[in-house]
């Protein structure tokens, strides 16, 4: 799984701005203020959400063949979902291109939940899925018994593993403890075929 870039500042909210373009003395900056809050939020990732970034969201329909062409110039390719209402970036598919984005990785537990949170989001037919700490659970605890029936080890490892999700905002908290929204990213994160070789190997892991 990839993830863009992290700064320091990644956590500041920045959809609330002033989109009237002000000419700042010192400024070589030819974007305006919209475009400009929409680069950097796509850098820092993890993703732009329309739900939750209106006036960023805005300002990428206005302006996004120019945000693809910058995004380009640093070989970073914008992948835009309007009926998810989800944005993001991936490295831009050229050979010999610089990697830009870090890839994230995942160990078999997180596989195997981002796996399941995939697979319940495109059955949910476009709304939104919320998903509970025991279906997880129930979920995880299989591919849990090969290496160890300590419970407690067991429920170390898919905390673990519910924390990445939530730190990479895959997961999103509810309001409701212990549960979570699905982000709507999942759906585009992965290919089909990339998702029928991995889920290849983990039934045959399961079957050993």
Same mark, same amino acid.
Do not use: C, F, M, N
């Given at each position: 799984m990839e993830s863009a870039p992290r !700064? *320091? $500042?990644a956590g500041v909210e920045v959809d609330e701005f002033d989109d009237e373009v002000v000419e700042l003395p010192d400024d070589p900056g030819e974007l305006d203020p919209g475009t400009r809050r929409v680069l950097l939020k796509l850098l820092n990732g993890p993703y732009v959400r329309a739900q939750d970034h209106a006036k960023l969201w805005a300002a990428l329909e206005r302006n996004e063949p120019l945000v693809r062409? !910058? =995004?380009a110039d640093l070989y970073l390719e914008l992948v835009l979902d309007r009926d998810s209402g989800v944005a993001f970036v991936r490295n831009l598919a050229l050979e010999d291109a &610089?990697? +830009? +984005? #870090? #890839?994230? &990785? =995942?160990t078999l537990l997180d596989t195997v939940l981002v796996l399941y949170l995939r697979r319940l989001l495109l059955t949910s037919q476009g709304s939104r899925v919320f998903v509970? #700490? /025991? /279906?997880? /659970? $129930? @979920?995880?605890r299989g591919f849990l018994r090969g290496d160890t029936t300590d419970k407690?080890? @067991?429920e170390d490892r898919i905390r673990r593993s519910l924390v990445r999700m939530t730190s990479n905002s895959i997961l999103l908290k509810a309001e409701v403890e212990d549960r979570w929204e699905i982000s709507p990213v999942l759906r585009l994160v992965f290919g089909a075929d990339e998702v029928a070789a991995v889920? *290849? $190997? =983990?039934e045959r892991m399961a079957s050993e």
């Open positions: !700064r *320091a $500042d062409s !910058r =995004l &610089p990697k +830009v +984005v #870090r #890839r994230q &990785p =995942l509970g #700490r /025991e /279906e997880i /659970e $129930d @979920q995880l407690k080890q @067991q889920t *290849a $190997d =983990l």
